[in-house]
C-alpha cells in the first residue's frame, strides 16, 4: 500500500518561497504519478501539478503555473513543490498523491497524504 508523508508548510507572507516535500513509501507500477493538490476553506481541492515518477513529464494546473514547479527524487522516493511568489489566495492544506495517471480530478487519485497547512500572510 502506498503511503505518503507531507512536510514543508508552514507561516510565510506574500511574495515569499516555500519547498514542500512528500516522502513515498510502498510505490507500485500502479503509482506511476505523484500529484499536488490543495484545499482551501469552504472550497474543492484544486489540482495544482502532477509528475511522472519514471520520466519527470510534468502537468501543471492554470492558477500556479510559472509559480510552482513540481519535482522528484527517484533516489529518496520524494516529491517536492517549490512555490514562488506566494500569494494569500494561496492558503490551504496542501496534499500529495499517487496515481497511475495524471489526473485533475481527485477521485482518480488513490492514496493520499495527510496534508500540511501553507498560510500566506499579507
Known amino acids: 500500500q502506498v503511503q505518503l508523508v507531507e512536510s514543508g508548510g508552514g507561516l510565510v507572507q506574500a511574495g515569499g518561497s516555500l519547498r514542500l516535500s512528500c516522502v513515498v513509501s510502498g510505490r507500485t507500477f500502479s503509482s506511476n504519478y505523484m500529484g499536488w493538490f490543495r484545499r482551501a476553506p469552504g472550497k474543492e481541492r484544486e489540482f495544482l501539478a502532477s509528475?511522472?515518477?519514471?520520466?519527470?513529464?510534468?502537468y501543471y494546473g492554470d492558477s500556479v503555473k510559472g509559480r510552482f514547479t513540481i519535482s522528484r527524487d527517484n533516489a529518496k522516493n520524494t516529491g517536492y513543490l517549490q512555490m514562488n511568489s506566494l500569494k494569500p489566495g494561496d492558503t490551504a492544506v496542501y496534499y500529495c498523491?499517487?496515481?497511475?495517471?495524471?489526473?485533475?480530478?481527485?477521485?482518480?487519485?488513490?492514496?493520499w497524504g495527510q496534508g500540511t497547512q501553507v498560510t500566506v500572510s499579507s
Open positions: 498523491a499517487a496515481a497511475q495517471g495524471s489526473y485533475s480530478l481527485s477521485r482518480f487519485w488513490d492514496s
Open positions: 509528475i511522472m515518477w519514471r520520466d519527470a513529464n510534468t
